[in-house]
């Protein structure tokens, strides 16, 4: 069955760091293009980064460039977002999705002092 696991989320004071985590099962991570989506209370849900398959090639929304960091873990099937200097506006829910259809349940990250 495949399924995609968010877990790492929780409350980081502005300034400080976080990394994410997306455990993919029932299918080979590095084979699929797999992104990060956040969606904010009253915002659409929106792309932040995504990791193309085998080809090493990213993506970062804007407001997250030099901030955030994605990476696989092919012997542990996990996809990361490590995020840096975080700032209250990077408050949401994180997705882990393939691009086909699947979805991850999220996973909630408060940036808050």
């Known amino acids: 069955q495949l399924q995609l696991v968010e877990s790492g989320g929780g409350l980081v004071q502005p300034g400080g760091s976080l990394r994410i985590s997306c455990a993919a099962s029932?299918?080979?991570?590095?084979?699929?293009?797999v992104a990060w989506f956040r969606q904010a209370p009253g915002k659409e849900r929106e792309a932040v980064s995504c990791?193309?398959?085998?080809?090493?090639?990213?993506y970062y929304v804007d407001s997250v460039k030099g901030r955030f960091t994605i990476s696989k873990d092919n012997a542990k099937n996990t996809v990361y977002l490590q995020m840096s200097s975080l700032k209250p506006e990077d408050t949401a829910v994180y997705y882990c999705?393939?691009?086909?259809?699947?979805w991850g349940q999220g996973t909630q990250v408060t940036v808050s002092s």
């Open positions: 999705n393939r691009p086909d259809g699947y």
């Open positions: 990791s193309g398959s085998s080809d090493g090639s990213t």
């Open positions: 029932g299918f080979t991570l590095d084979h699929y293009t």
